[in-house]
C-alpha cells in the first residue's frame, strides 16, 4: 500500500470513528433532555470535559499550549457555540436525530452564502447552483404550509447558521495557537458563560445521569479530536463528504433508542442536500 492511500485510510477512519461519537453525543443529549434544560447539559458537558482537555494541551505542548495568542476570539467562538448547541438540542426536543442531523447539514452551504455576501468572496456558477439545491432540500424536510412543518425545524437551521459562523471565525484566530490550544479556550468560553444553567431549577441527578454527562464529555471531545485527525491526515475534499455518514448513525440510534424512523421527505431532502454539499466542495475544492 503506497504511503499516500495508508494516510488516507486512516483519515477515514478517524473521520467515521469521529462522526460516530458526536452523533452518539447527540444522542445522550436528547435522552437527557427529556429532564435537563438544555443550558444545563452544555455546562455539565463543558465542566466535564475541561480535565480531558487539561491533560491532553499538557501533553501535547506543556504549559506553554494553555496561552492563546486570540483569547477575544476564542470567547466569541464560545458564545456562538453555546449558542447554536442551545439551539440544535431544543430542536432536538421535538424533531428526531436525524431530522435535526440532517438539517444541520446546511452549515457548509450557509458558510458560501456568508462569506459571499458579507467577505466579499467570489462564487462561481457551479457554487450558487449548489447552494440553491441545498436550500430546496431544506424545503423537502420542512415543508413549510404543511401540516407537517413543526417549528423546531428552524431551531435545527438556526443552529446550522451558528455553526457556519463559528466555522468562518476560525480565520481570525492567530496561526499561532494549536488546534487543541483552540479547543480548550473555547470549551472553557463554553462553560463560562453556560454557568447561567446553574441558576435554574434541577432535577434529581441519578448515577445513570451522571454517566450520560461524562460519556458525552468524552464522546464529544474525542469525536472533534479524531475529525481534527482526519483533516490532518487527508485533503477536506476527500474526507468531508464523510461528515454525511452521520444521518446513517442517526437513524440507526433514533431507531434502536427510540423506535423513531424519519419519513421519506427527510431522506429525500437529505439526499439533496447531501448532493449539493458535495459538488460545492469539489467546487470549491
Known amino acids: 500500500m503506497r504511503p499516500g492511500t495508508a494516510l488516507h485510510s486512516r483519515a477515514t477512519l478517524f473521520m467515521l470513528g469521529g462522526v460516530a461519537m458526536l452523533v452518539l453525543n447527540d444522542t445522550a443529549a436528547k435522552w437527557l433532555l427529556a429532564r435537563y434544560d438544555p443550558v444545563q447539559i452544555a455546562f455539565l458537558r463543558s465542566v466535564l470535559a475541561m480535565p480531558i482537555l487539561v491533560v491532553v494541551v499538557w501533553i501535547s505542548g506543556g504549559r506553554a499550549a494553555f496561552r492563546s495568542h486570540s483569547p477575544g476570539m476564542h470567547s466569541v467562538r464560545g458564545m456562538l457555540v453555546l449558542l447554536a448547541t442551545l439551539a440544535f438540542f431544543g430542536s432536538l426536543r421535538a424533531l428526531s436525530l436525524a431530522e435535526a442531523t440532517s438539517l444541520l447539514f446546511t452549515a457548509p452551504i450557509i458558510v458560501v452564502v456568508i462569506a459571499a455576501l458579507f467577505l466579499k468572496e467570489r462564487v462561481g456558477p457551479r457554487s450558487r447552483a449548489s447552494v440553491l439545491l441545498g436550500f430546496a ?120 433508542v427510540w423506535g423513531v424512523v424519519p419519513g421519506w421527505p427527510v431522506y429525500a431532502g437529505a439526499a439533496v442536500i447531501i448532493v449539493s454539499g458535495v459538488v460545492l466542495m469539489r467546487a470549491r475544492g
Not at 441527578?205 to 458525552?216: S, V
Open 137 to 256: 432540500g431544506v424545503l423537502i424536510i420542512l415543508r413549510p404550509g404543511l401540516e407537517a412543518f413543526r417549528p423546531e425545524s428552524l431551531q435545527a437551521l438556526l443552529a446550522a447558521l451558528l455553526y457556519a459562523f463559528i466555522m468562518i471565525s476560525a480565520r481570525w484566530i492567530d496561526a499561532r495557537d494549536s488546534l487543541w490550544t483552540m479547543t480548550f479556550h473555547m470549551t472553557l468560553s463554553t462553560g463560562l458563560f453556560s454557568t447561567v444553567g446553574l441558576f435554574r431549577p434541577w432535577p434529581g441527578m441519578t448515577g445513570e445521569d451522571l454517566g450520560l454527562f461524562a460519556l458525552m464529555a468524552v464522546l464529544g471531545t474525542g469525536g472533534a479530536a479524531c475529525i481534527s485527525q482526519a483533516f490532518r491526515l487527508a485533503p477536506a475534499n476527500l474526507i468531508a463528504p464523510l461528515d454525511y455518514t452521520a444521518l446513517l448513525w442517526a437513524s440507526v440510534a433514533g431507531w434502536l
